[in-house]
């Protein structure tokens, strides 16, 4: 197999337990270049869909909401615009966005978080239920994000494609996942939180990711190795 993001032909793989059910074997490709984990999808014993339960998008507890607040200060130096984010589960961080002033939409496929972004529209946000391919819109967005959405994505150049195109010139995109070389990742291995399979269909490195960006048309302007908000959480997991 041909690494789908590098096109490397150097390519190994090793299995580890599925970490929903954790009783099947789910083969990951591990490329030798850029350092990415491919999921086989054949091997996750049951359908994807099946992975996801209604839990799995529900309201944050108090001390993640309180982390996922912090968010917001990425992006409280730019000017209140279009927004959108792409895969905004229970719509927590929308939410906050539209309360600073921005004119915001979100993107989400599960029906699971319609429950909480349903009541979101009354304050004027709108929401869109599906395939962000399907995705079908006349506005043009000055930010866009992704929290931990594309290691969930089959086809991420696609996905990638779709935001270039909607994204206003000038405007910038957020992307949030979890890095293949990470200290986590390399330190516990299949027991890895963010490693996630099959659940996380990839997970890239911060080589692999500048090489999706640039081959859809991004330039990386800033990139960081830590998240406060994902880390410390992802190591207390991996650990219990």
Known sequence: ????????????????????????????????????????????????????KNSYYERPGLLSSFLRSLRYKKFSKLMPGYFLDVGCGSGFFLEKMNNEGWTSFGQEVSKGSKTYLEKLKKSGIKIFYGDMLDFNTSEKFDLIT????????????????KIRKILKPGGALFIATPNSKSFSSMFFKCKWFHLDPPRHLAVYSGESLSILLEKTGFKVKKSSRFSFEYDPFGITQSVY
């Open 146 to 161: 992704l929290f931990h959405v594309i290691e969930h994505v089959e086809k991420p150049v696609l996905l990638l494609k």
């Open 1 to 52: 197999m041909d690494c789908p993001v590098c096109g490397h032909k150097t390519i190994k793989s090793f299995y580890c337990k599925d970490h929903e059910f954790e009783k099947f074997d789910v083969k990951i490709f591990d490329c030798d270049f850029c350092n990415t984990f491919i999921v086989d999808k054949s091997t996750a014993g049951v359908q994807l869909k099946d992975y996801y």
